[in-house]
């Protein structure tokens, strides 16, 4: 079946504007993580969805970050008045629960604030 | 604080030769998981192999195998007989039950050499 997709693949923007990253997870996992890559770096968590539970933003670095999930499927990350240390790739994963349950990634978006 | 130390930035094996990749990690928690991802060029995170602190049996997945010393709090990834696709960053994760956090370490960048 389809693996989890994110879209767009590369997103430069000017320093100050937003963007909206979207995932689409594989049908049926219930469980939803970003995390955030700069280069040369591992991954850096931010944001949790579990079902219609509250999601886990203890890993947002800012109060421009934010992130839905709509109908407990699609997901968007926002950045708002991006900044150049945004700068990084977003990588989305989804499972069928937490801990023992295998992360799927997706390809991530490479963001790039000029 | 949950860490997760990789420390070798890079490295390099002749193919069919055996390479072991190390991490340290530092927990208080009991009950974790602990993880090898494969990430190669085309960004797309791939799980290597996955280990459950509770089990004291090394995991393994054909030529992939850890070395688990929960004492020591360290987990060794060895690639056997290494082929040119083994090429990739590998990035030493952990998880408990109590966070919904995944932590990586910094990536080890592996080239296998023909």
């Known amino acids: 079946g389809a693996g989890v997709s994110q879209s767009p693949s590369n997103k430069v923007t000017e320093k100050g504007k937003d963007v909206e990253l979207r995932c689409d997870p594989i049908s049926g996992h219930t469980a939803l993580y970003w995390y955030r890559q700069s280069l040369g770096q591992g991954l850096e968590f931010l944001i949790y969805f579990q079902g219609n539970s509250a999601p886990d933003k203890s890993g947002l670095p800012s109060d421009r970050f934010s992130a839905e999930r709509t109908g407990g499927s699609v997901s968007t990350l926002t950045i708002q008045r991006t900044q150049q240390e945004d700068s990084a790739v977003y990588l989305c994963?989804?499972?069928?629960?937490?801990?023992?349950?295998?992360?799927?990634f997706g390809p991530g978006t490479r963001l790039t604030v000029t | 604080a949950q860490t997760v130390t990789q420390s070798q930035p890079e490295m390099s094996v002749q193919e069919a030769e055996t390479v072991t990749l190390s991490c340290t990690y530092d927990?208080?928690?009991?009950?974790?998981?602990l993880f090898w991802y494969k990430q190669p060029p085309s960004r797309q995170m791939i799980l290597v192999i996955r280990q459950e602190a509770y089990k004291q049996q090394n995991a393994t997945e054909n030529r992939f195998s850890v070395n688990f010393q929960k004492a020591a709090k360290s987990f060794s990834l060895k690639i056997s007989d290494s082929q040119l696709g083994d090429t990739a960053m590998y990035f030493c994760a952990f998880m408990t039950n109590n966070n919904n956090d995944m932590r990586f370490g910094a990536g080890t960048r592996l080239t296998v050499k023909p």
């Open positions: 994963a989804s499972s069928l629960g937490t801990s023992l349950y295998e992360q799927y």
């Open positions: 927990t208080s928690e009991n009950n974790y998981y």
